[in-house]
Structures are given as structure tokens and as C-alpha cells.
């Protein structure tokens, strides 16, 4: 009798088995992974305002009138802002603060920067761990 060559039923569905658990390990981490980056979009821009907005009281000796369109530290354009707004607040001559606010799928989502350079995370979308000091969130589950 010759003896057939391919796979057993038992074997495909070992391997299918096998290939479920990759992926139901592997899709969770991928978008904390993928959520992470758009994070990084905030924080970018954040740090880069703050450089302007320096520049800006270097110039001017008051922070009053920063953020506006001419000035060293212009507000980037809200089309090159895929997930987050980037606003300037509490402008006055010796203090400023820079709001990112989420879009999208991180709509919840705000982190903010002063003139101390005090890095917050002000609130978080539902689900998520606000972090218990002064930081940037950089996971749902609250590590900065």
C-alpha cells in the first residue's frame, strides 16, 4: 500500500490554533504601538512651540501677542495636525501655557506645556489612567 504525503487534518488545525494566539498577542500590542506614535505628534510640536514661544520673549520681553500669525512662534496650521490642536493659552507677559488637544480617536486626550516647562497630561479619553504627576502619557495605562 503506498503511503500518502500532505498534511492531517490535526495538523492544520494545530497550526491555524497556533497562528490564533500570534495574532491575538500581537494586534493589542501593534495598536498601543500605533497609539503611542500619534501621541508623539503632540509632544513634538509642543516642545517645538515652546522653543518659538522662548524666542519670542527674547525678542519681546513679554509672551503677550505670541502665537499669532508673522510672529518668530506662529500656531503650526491645523492641516499639518493630523490628530491633535495645538492652542496657545493664558498668554500674559511672563507666563504662557500651550494646549495639545486630541482628535480623532484621542479625542479626550490633552497634554500642555507652560513657560516652566512643566509638562501636564490634562485629561485623558475614558479607559485610560490619568498619570499621577507631571508628565507626558505616553501608554493607556498611564506611564510617562
Known amino acids: ?3 500518502r ?7 492544520v488545525m494545530i497550526t491555524i ?3 490564533a494566539i500570534l495574532a491575538a498577542i500581537a494586534l493589542p500590542n501593534y495598536s498601543a504601538y500605533i497609539t503611542r506614535s500619534k501621541i508623539t505628534e503632540a509632544t513634538t510640536n509642543l516642545l517645538s ?3 518659538k514661544m522662548e524666542q519670542y520673549f527674547q525678542d519681546t520681553r513679554s509672551y503677550v501677542g505670541a502665537c499669532a500669525a508673522g510672529t518668530v512662534a506662529p500656531l503650526p496650521p491645523s492641516t499639518s495636525q493630523k490628530y491633535f ?5 493664558n498668554l500674559a507677559v511672563a507666563t504662557y501655557t500651550i494646549n495639545a488637544t486630541g482628535k ?3 479625542t479626550g486626550l490633552a497634554l500642555s506645556i507652560d513657560q516652566s516647562n512643566v509638562r501636564k497630561t490634562v485629561t485623558v479619553p475614558s ?3 490619568l498619570p499621577s504627576g507631571n508628565c507626558w502619557l505616553t501608554k493607556k495605562s498611564g506611564d510617562c
Not at 504525503?5 to 495538523?11: A, D, H
Not at 490642536?85 to 493659552?89: E, G, L, R, S
Open 127 to 129: 479607559g485610560w489612567t
Open 49 to 51: 512651540m515652546r522653543t
Open 85 to 89: 490642536d495645538i492652542t496657545c493659552a
Open 5 to 11: 504525503s500532505g498534511f492531517t487534518l490535526i495538523e
Open 104 to 106: 480623532a480617536e484621542l
Open 1 to 3: 500500500m503506498p503511503r
Open 17 to 19: 490554533a497556533i497562528i
